[in-house]
Antibody
Framework: EVQLVESGGGLVQPGGSLRLSCAAS????????MTWVRQAPGKGLEWVAN????????YYVDSVKGRFTISRDNAKNSLFLQMNSLRAEDTAMYYC????????WGHGTRVTVSS | QTVVTQEPSLTVSPGGTVTLTCASS?????????PNWFQQKPGQAPRALIY???NRHSWTPDRFSGSLLGGKAALTLSGVQPEDEAEYYC???????????FGGGTKLTVL
């Protein structure tokens, strides 16, 4: 059974940093692109970033370029999102999803940016 | 700034048929945009329904079908069930499939 479990969310002040993790199981992690998607409270889905199988290709939505970094550790079946210079508008539920097409999703981890 | 547009809300009667659409600010949506569709119910994570325009996932009921219609991607629900009441999002690929943009979502009410 495919499982994706996000962690690392929390309350952080504007300008601060957080590192989100996504633990994957039930499939060959190294064989899939991986994706981060976020959803601000009461709003729609926003694609944030994705990464190819070996981590050599990384793509971001414009609003996070230069602040967020997606990475992966295939030996540990884990996906990461390093978020720096956080802003209030980054407040959202963050989901990791399998594949470039996001066929399986985790339950999300909540990030709140507030002073 | 690329914008993907969906109907904000639609209402359908149980047993009826409804079509949701997904338009791109860049022009006609083609299969090269690899349209995907997702369903999200309140308090839940999204669930994938359709990939690459018209392909159902193994868990997707066959009353859901995807297509291209009049320059847009489309999701048609036939024989709508009460449990289909949800928010539906499309996702399109851009820039050689490196970037993705979600539509704003359609709130489907079954009434």
């Amino acid at each position: 059974e495919v499982q994706l479990v996000e962690s690392g969310g929390g309350l952080v002040q504007p300008g601060g940093s957080l590192r989100l993790s996504c633990a994957a199981s039930g499939f060959t992690f190294s064989g899939f692109w991986m994706t981060w998607v976020r959803q601000a409270p009461g709003k729609g889905l926003e694609w944030v970033a994705n990464i190819n199988q070996d981590g050599s290709g990384k793509y971001y939505v414009d609003s996070v370029k230069g602040r967020f970094t997606i990475s992966r550790d295939n030996a540990k079946n884990s996906l990461f999102l390093q978020m720096n210079s956080l802003r209030a508008e980054d407040t959202a539920m963050y989901y990791c999803a399998r594949g470039a097409g996001a066929d399986y999703w985790g339950h999300g981890t909540r990030v709140t940016v507030s002073s | 700034q690329t914008v993907v547009t969906q109907e904000p809300s639609l209402t359908v009667s149980p047993g009826g048929t409804v079509t949701l659409t997904c338009a791109s600010s860049t022009g006609a949506v083609t299969s090269g945009y690899y349209p995907n569709w997702f369903q999200q119910k309140p308090g839940q994570a999204p669930r994938a329904l359709i990939y690459r325009t018209s392909n159902r996932h193994s868990w997707t009921p066959d009353r859901f079908s995807g297509s291209l219609l009049g320059g847009k991607a489309a999701l048609t629900l036939s024989g709508v069930q009460p449990e289909d009441e949800a928010e539906y999002y499309c996702l399109l690929y851009y820039d050689g499939a490196q970037l993705r943009v979600f539509g704003g979502g359609t709130k489907l009410t079954v009434l």
